[in-house]
């Protein structure tokens, strides 16, 4: 199994900010990532799918890169509701897929 | 707007059958285009894949739970559902229904429309 690595497990930023977010895989897993938004009590939502596309109605501030085993997801200017937790997924020889941990996002 | 809708017991008595159902509106469970999945989430943890099945009624389980999983579909009811064995408090979660899409015939691995999620407690 791929194991999915991410770092930091929490992140305090301010609105505005500049924030990068990193996924590591266990193994290569070309571009087979995406990156998936939680708000408390709310189903996750796709952000990135590819490494670097980004979903529907996702907003350009979101962007994400890597390949391999590593790779991040970038907000340019957090705005108040970007605060959340945020899980990489690796699907490549899928079956299965695997997640990362998380990463909270707090408010500084 | 396609829309997922989890149902079922939320309590479920250890060593019991855990049964849900994902009722899906919008779209269809018939579609070639789409696979149609099952993922869980204890409280305060990550996400765990425990399964997902094709419209032809292809299932893939992830190999930790494959033993006591099995995913089922209702296409006159355009619905798809969720059975697991043997349940412990370990599979107290909220568990989510999820869709996966195609590519050119092929997987696109990841979720792209999800449902709310039901808590199932596993408890005496």
């Known amino acids: 199994e791929i194991v999915m690595t991410q770092s930091p497990a929490t992140l305090s930023v301010s609105p505005g900010e500049r924030v990068t977010l990193s996924c590591r895989a266990s193994?290569?897993?070309?571009?087979?990532l995406a990156w998936y938004q939680q708000k408390p009590g709310q189903a996750p939502r796709l952000l990135i799918y590819?490494?670097?596309n980004r979903a529907t109605g996702i907003p350009a501030r979101f962007s994400g890169s890597g390949s391999g085993t590593e790779f991040t997801l970038t907000i340019s200017i957090l705005q108040s509701e970007d605060f959340a937790v945020y899980y990489c997924?690796?699907?490549?020889?899928?079956?299965?897929?695997?997640f990362g941990q998380g990463t909270r996002l707090d408010i500084k | 707007q396609l829309q997922l809708q989890e149902s079922g017991p939320g309590l479920v008595k250890p060593s019991e059958t855990l049964s849900l159902t994902c009722t899906v509106s919008?779209?269809?469970?018939?579609?070639?285009?789409?696979?149609w999945g099952w993922i869980r989430q204890p409280a305060g943890k990550g996400l765990e894949w425990i399964g997902t099945?094709?419209?032809?009624?292809?299932?893939f389980y992830t190999p930790s739970l494959e033993s006591r999983v099995t995913i089922y579909r209702d296409t006159s009811k355009n619905q798809f559902s969720l059975r697991l064995n043997s349940v412990t408090a370990a599979d107290t979660a909220v568990y989510y229904c999820?869709?996966?899409?195609?590519?050119?015939?092929?997987?696109?691995?990841?979720?792209?429309?999800w449902g709310q999620g039901t808590l199932v407690t596993v408890s005496s």
């Open positions: 193994q290569s897993v070309g571009r087979d």
């Open positions: 590819n490494a670097s």
């Open positions: 099945i094709y419209y032809s009624g292809t299932t």
């Open positions: 999820a869709r996966q899409k195609t590519f050119g015939g092929v997987i696109t691995p990841y979720f792209d429309y």
């Open positions: 997924q690796q699907y490549d020889n899928w079956p299965p897929v695997t």
């Open positions: 919008g779209g269809s469970i018939s579609s070639s285009s789409y696979y």
